[in-house]
């Protein structure tokens, strides 16, 4: 099936689907010219950002890269320092198919920077990202995850969703920490101008979980092996870690306060479980 301006859409499973000619076949122009030419070389002048581990990268084949989210920019600076592979983020379909001239820039700076749409209107979302990112792997290219799902609310470390394990143990790839470090003072939440400050990325050594193929699916396996990367992400941050689910807590944050016989509702308890080390 044809879809204009984006190219052939390609029936994944449970009716989903993702765009695989027409849009990609320009990903290596438009991500060369945001990446060298516009947007590159801006953030590397007011932010200067570094990076360590880049040995950790891959120079070839499909790995995950795994990393909290602190702040928009993290995916403008996470390609940035890497300096010879793309790295490509699923994003919904909205951004790409907007009308006017308005949706015109949003495709065509989404696609710049190594974003892939998604359509999620044949079924769940998270089965369009865990489809999209297998196949993806597959071909060989580099896949940015943000585990939490979201951006932490408070510069925390949250618990990460288990999908991260599905498609690595579906793909058969290597899951590489990336800890972005600075990314919320530059970015805060909220904020419409970004402020220059010096950006770090650091990338941790890659996580082989080879050791548990075949058994994709099984919820204590794929939960072991993303209480495994979230702590070397919590190490590589240095973020303290809380056991609750990012996107939850916000729903509280936003949630209004009801007082009951005078005494402040509370917006729900500090959770302090630490990931397991060592997955299995």
């Not at 793909?171 to 950006?199: L, Q």
């Not at 193929?213 to 590589?236: K, N, Q």
């Not at 809380?242 to 944050?253: G, L, N, R």
Request: proline share 7%.
């Amino acid at each position: 099936m044809r879809c204009a301006g984006l190219g052939t859409v390609r029936r994944l499973s449970d009716g989903l689907s993702v765009v695989v000619q027409g849009q990609e076949a320009l990903y290596p122009v438009l991500y060369f010219v945001m990446k060298h030419i516009l947007l590159g070389p801006i953030l590397k002048l007011f932010f200067r950002p570094e990076a360590e581990g880049l040995e950790n990268i891959p120079k070839r084949g499909g790995a995950i890269l795994a990393s909290n989210h602190l702040a928009v920019s993290d995916s403008f600076f996470m390609p940035l320092v890497i300096p010879k592979r793309r790295v490509t983020f699923p994003a919904k379909m909205e951004y790409f198919t907007e009308k006017g001239l308005k949706g015109a820039f949003k495709k065509w700076f989404f696609t710049g920077m190594g974003q892939i749409p998604i359509d999620r209107t044949g079924g769940s979302a998270a089965q369009a990202a865990l489809d999209t990112g297998i196949r993806l792997l597959r071909e060989g290219n580099l896949l940015g995850i943000y585990p939490e799902g979201t951006r932490s609310p408070d510069g925390r470390l949250y618990k990460g969703k288990t999908g991260l394990a599905r498609i690595a143990l579906e793909a058969g790839v290597p899951i590489i920490p990336v800890a972005m470090v600075g990314t919320d003072i530059a970015n805060p939440i909220g904020s419409k101008m970004w402020k220059p400050t010096k950006i770090r990325v650091k990338f941790g050594e890659p996580l082989d979980f080879s050791r548990y193929e075949g058994l994709s699916g099984d919820r204590f396996v794929e939960r072991s092996i993303t209480d495994e990367v979230m702590y070397a992400l919590m190490e590589l941050s240095g973020q303290e870690y809380v056991d609750m689910y990012a996107a939850k807590v916000k729903e509280v944050q936003d949630a209004p306060v009801k007082p009951a016989d005078g005494v402040p509702e509370q917006r729900g308890e500090r959770q302090d479980r630490i990931p397991e080390t060592k997955a299995g």
